[in-house]
């Protein structure tokens, strides 16, 4: 067999005594590995690409062959060669070796091989490589390997091949990971996937991360990701995604979230959402958030939630949200609610008919402390 600079009598021992220009050589020794005496291995240089014998050789070493080979061998076979190499003899490859590969051959890699990167390969991987990925080499990655990706690699990440990740992938992110995708990536990712991250990543994403996410990715956050989310994302989270968010959503609020909602996004908030909010999160909403609140939405606040207010959120309600609130409503007022009423907000805010009918009703819970029995500053 004639190899370029190496000549074998054996498909299973190269002797380097021949070589291109004739001049005698010491004999190599003829321990192999798989067909390949390992100094053979190391002297391989660009010639062998082309030949079949040393090709066969090729995809017939060991594990331990392969990982004898020299980074300019690994990086002189051709990708046909890369891509018919074994599961077994590409997660032989050294970290070095995994590092000499060029763009091409990193390309050439099968779904099936890439499922054989470990994770201690993988890192070593350049960003041009991960860049040349296909969405379908990037899906078949391991979770133990998309473990690995460095900051650099995950920036570097097509989005295609982050649509293509699966769930059990998307999981394995770490939160250092999560937290490095870039506002493109997070764009990328799918409602199913989104719906896959963990309370951890969730609270791991940045401002810029939460305010990127489209409507449906937001609807598809699990009710618990919600909840974990600091008062930063929440408050980074766009009005047209509030206002999309479901009822059981709404009903994972916080008190400390619902404390921290922008005026803007209380405008957003729907009155299915605000009947859905735990009466915790009602009580912690401040004056100025509940006068932000729709008429409509005050209206259709439920018994509990108008009996969790607080006096100062009574007194501090404008005559336009005490009119919106309905008879049931203002008769459901515990006894130091009524009291944080004062005469003259109440018959500003009721209309002639309410408030006759509803200080009947209230005269009969017998609150004599009350500063509704006061004179009125203003009748009508």
């Known amino acids: 067999m004639s190899v370029g600079s190496i000549t074998s009598s054996s498909p299973n021992t190269v002797n380097s ?35 079949a014998a040393v090709i ?42 995994i590092g000499a590969l060029t763009t091409d051959q990193v390309a050439a890699l099968t779904s099936s091989q890439m499922t054989a990167l470990t994770s201690s390969q993988v890192p070593s991987l350049t960003t041009d490589d991960v860049t040349k990925l296909s969405p379908s080499q990037f899906a078949a990655l391991s979770t133990a390997s998309i473990a690995s990706l460095t900051s650099a690699q995950i920036i570097a990440v097509p989005t295609a091949d982050i649509a293509a990740m699966t769930t059990r992938q998307v999981k394995a992110l770490t939160t250092a990971q999560m937290s490095e995708l870039t506002t493109a990536e997070i764009h990328a990712l ?6 896959a991250v963990t309370t951890a990543q969730a609270q791991a994403l940045t401002t810029d991360q939460v305010a990127a996410l489209t409507t449906a990715q937001t609807v598809a956050l699990a009710s618990a990701d919600l909840a974990a989310m600091t008062t930063d994302q929440i408050k980074s989270v766009s009005t047209a995604d509030i206002a999309a968010m479901t009822t059981r959503q709404a009903a994972a609020i916080t008190s400390t979230q619902a404390a921290a909602l922008t005026t803007a996004q209380i405008v957003a908030l729907t009155t299915s959402q605000f009947a859905a909010m735990s009466t915790s999160a009602i009580a912690a909403l401040s004056s100025t958030q509940l006068n932000a609140m729709q008429t409509v939405d005050v209206a259709a606040l439920t018994a509990k939630e108008v009996g969790s207010l607080t006096t100062s959120q009574i007194a501090g309600l404008s005559t336009d949200r005490l009119a919106a609130m309905t008879t049931n409503q203002i008769v459901g007022l515990g006894t130091a609610q009524i009291q944080a009423l004062t005469t003259d907000n109440y018959l500003r805010s009721r209309p002639t008919k ?19 029995w006061g004179p009125p500053t203003r009748q009508r």
């Open 17 to 51: 005594s021949t070589v291109s220009n004739g001049a005698a050589q010491p004999s190599a020794p003829t321990t192999t590995s798989g067909g390949l005496s390992a100094p053979a291995i190391r002297s391989f240089n660009v010639s062998i690409s082309s030949n």
């Open 56 to 97: 066969n050789s090729i995809l017939s070493l060991t594990p331990s062959g392969i990982a004898a080979l020299s980074t300019s061998a690994v990086a002189a076979i051709t990708t046909d060669v890369i891509a018919a190499l074994s599961n077994r003899q590409v997660a032989a490859f050294t970290s070095s070796q």
């Open 354 to 372: 309410s408030w006759h009918s509803e200080l009947r009703l209230l005269v009969r819970l017998q609150l004599p402390n009350s500063r509704l």
């Open 190 to 195: 799918t409602p199913t996937q989104i719906g």
